[in-house]
């Protein structure tokens, strides 16, 4: 869409939400995927050394998270600056650099939990049984895996709520409910992280949240010509 004098900055205001959205949406199904089959393929109890060895289909269903971890991360950035460019220059400097750098921490974290997921198959990449070593370098390696995902990831990406959750309120983008659920997600993954039921796993699940709301909230804003709807409100 051009104006008269040629310029193009409302479509691109348009289309940017949009994107924000899409890439939203793929980044939380990409990475909820991949936290599920970590957690399916790296079992919690250390004793399963020898069996996880030798069981070829736990060490594919490890590369397949290995293989979505990247992509993930990629779609991720596009999210930050997509949702960043939303918000324009009405966002508060402080919670801005916590949603940077929290957001930059989180996809390192990505990176070298990969990194790491592909160093353990690489030591474990055998057949028939184990040996005393590489029984020793699998349990090393798991333990690095869980905790990158479920301590130093899973904190980075409370922080990036947070700060999400807190500027979307303040400039009045997120509805009551987005901002209460952004809160509780970033509680859960401050202080329920570990255990058996995977709560690493609300991160992408808030994130699909937040990208759906922003297509709605477009959808309504291109068929009001422009204008935001009453639910953009961040008393909706």
């Known amino acids: 869409m051009r104006t008269t004098d040629g310029a193009t900055a409302p479509a ?12 939203g949406i793929v980044s939380a199904l990409l990475l909820g995927a991949a936290i599920l ?13 020898a069996d996880w060895i030798r069981d070829t289909s736990q060490r594919q269903l490890l590369r397949t998270a290995l293989s979505l971890l990247p992509f993930a991360g990629i779609f991720f950035l596009w999210f930050m600056g997509a ?50 070593g590489e029984r020793a370098l699998w349990q090393y390696g798991r333990h ?3 905790e990158l995902l479920s301590s130093y990831a899973t904190r980075m990406a409370a922080v990036f709520v947070v700060s999400t959750t807190t500027i979307g309120y303040r400039v009045g983008i997120f509805p009551r409910w ?59």
């Open 12 to 23: 691109r205001g348009l289309r940017t939400p949009r994107g924000a959205a899409v890439a």
């Open 37 to 49: 089959f970590v957690h399916l393929a790296v079992p919690e109890h250390p004793e399963d050394a």
């Open 83 to 132: 949702v960043r460019d939303f918000v324009g220059e009405a966002e508060d400097r402080f919670f801005a650099t916590l949603f940077l750098g929290s957001g930059l921490l989180f996809v390192a974290m990505l990176f070298v939990l990969a990194a790491t997921t592909g160093s353990l198959l690489a030591v474990t990449d055998v057949s028939g049984s184990a040996s005393a």
């Open 144 to 146: 690095l895996v869980l």
């Open 178 to 236: 987005l901002v209460w659920l952004g809160y509780l997600v970033a509680l859960v993954l401050l202080f329920a992280v570990g255990g058996t039921t995977h709560p690493e796993l609300v991160f992408p699940l808030w994130m699909f949240a937040v990208s759906c709301h922003v297509f709605v909230v477009t959808l309504r804003r291109d068929r009001n010509g422009g204008r935001p709807g009453p639910a953009s409100a961040a008393g909706a």
